[in-house]
């Protein structure tokens, strides 16, 4: 820790030892019992802190508290409905499938039946035997 | 620098995902006196100031199902949040400032030296805050009001350690200035 350095963390994070970096701390800390510019410096920011901490602002109040809370409220029970939404939509989805699927059946089977029997039929030594016409008379 | 100890909002959140309201009230607690005193401090109008917060709480709970636990410290992203709606704030009051009427001047009669015995420490601190440039401000309100660490802060703001630092050092400095003279 060198005692620019010291002066800058001092001149940016305050007099606070808290507020500084992790990383330096102890290095600053041990830094300060050996530099009296230094103490002198956080003497004087520590009076700015002291300014600075004079600004607070009032907590919220219930009227607050209680907005928040209905939000979420709101929210939550909202998302209970869009999920129960979802749920609902597939399985309408998926009962509208079946629906389809089962009329794309029934209306498609016969017509495949009479064309399977049309083929069958196609496929079958015709029905009447030739017409005798005396040809194949002895 | 960033540290990987557990996120102390991590048991919180998992809970407010689940939509418990135990955990919700607690939420509450904890972070919207955070987020209203981020907003006050950038914002200077508590009005402005409440609706931020609310808003960053309604974003929690969207949030808080879907968290991606270990992936960002939850109230570093939570600053984020409730700074870019002052943002939002800050552009829209500009542009409404640009048509509006220019702000009524101070009475040059009364004397500033009894103004100032008139306000107390706390306003005067306040106000020499809302003197400083927007970037200086956000820097001493996210590191020194709202205490992040320096490397959380500069996170939030989307710059460096140093340009933290910078920022940081330039707004005590003005910050000093504007005190002089005024004692706690």
Same mark, same amino acid.
């Given at each position: 820790?060198?005692?620019? /350095?010291?002066?800058?963390?001092?001149?940016?994070?305050?007099?606070?030892?808290?507020? !500084?970096?992790?990383?330096?701390?102890a290095a600053a800390l041990q830094r300060l019992t050996v530099d009296a510019a230094a103490t002198q410096?956080? /003497?004087?920011?520590?009076?700015?802190?002291?300014?600075? @901490?004079?600004?607070?602002?009032?907590?919220?109040?219930?009227?607050?508290?209680? /907005?928040?809370?209905?939000?979420?409220?709101?929210?939550?029970?909202?998302?209970?409905?869009?999920k129960w939404w979802v749920g609902c939509t597939l399985a309408s989805a998926a009962l509208a499938g079946a629906v389809a699927g089962t009329l794309v059946i029934a209306v498609a089977m016969p017509r495949f039946e009479d064309q399977q029997?049309?083929? !069958?039929? @196609?496929?079958?030594?015709?029905l009447f035997t030739p017409v005798d016409i005396g040809e194949g008379a002895p | 620098m960033a540290?990987?100890? =557990?996120?102390?909002?991590?048991?919180?959140?998992?809970?407010?995902g689940k939509g418990d309201a135990t955990a919700m009230q607690a939420m509450v607690a904890r972070?919207?006196?955070r987020l209203l005193a981020l907003a006050t401090r950038l914002l200077g109008n508590r009005s402005d100031a409440e609706e931020v917060a609310q808003?960053?709480?309604?974003?929690?709970?969207?949030?808080?199902?879907?968290w991606r636990f270990g992936e960002a410290?939850?109230?570093?992203?939570?600053?984020?949040? =409730?700074?870019?709606?002052?943002?939002?704030r800050l552009r829209k009051r500009h542009r409404e400032?640009?048509?509006?009427?220019?702000?009524?001047?101070?009475?040059?009669?009364?004397?500033?030296?009894?103004?100032?015995?008139?306000?107390?420490?706390g306003v005067r601190v306040a106000a020499a805050l809302r003197t400083l440039p927007e970037r200086q401000r956000e820097a001493i309100v996210l590191q020194y009001y709202q205490g992040l660490p320096n490397t959380a802060a500069a996170a939030v703001m989307g710059i460096s350690v140093e340009a933290l630092e910078s920022l940081l050092s330039r707004a005590r400095r003005s910050l000093r200035a504007a005190l002089q003279g005024v004692r706690a």
């Open positions: 820790m060198t005692p620019e /350095r010291l002066a800058g963390i001092l001149d940016t994070y305050g007099a606070k030892p808290a507020r !500084w970096p992790d990383a330096e701390r410096r956080l /003497r004087d920011e520590a009076l700015l802190d002291v300014l600075l @901490d004079c600004s607070t602002v009032p907590a919220p109040d219930a009227a607050m508290i209680q /907005r928040a809370t209905a939000a979420f409220r709101q929210h939550h029970g909202l998302a209970i409905l869009r029997l049309l083929e !069958w039929v @196609d496929a079958q030594p015709t | 540290t990987e100890a =557990a996120d102390p909002d991590d048991e919180l959140l998992r809970c407010v972070k919207l006196p808003e960053s709480l309604l974003r929690i709970w969207r949030q808080a199902p879907r410290r939850f109230d570093t992203w939570l600053h984020r949040v =409730a700074l870019n709606l002052c943002h939002d400032e640009l048509v509006a009427e220019p702000p009524e001047q101070p009475d040059p009669d009364a004397s500033p030296d009894l103004r100032l015995v008139q306000q107390d420490e």
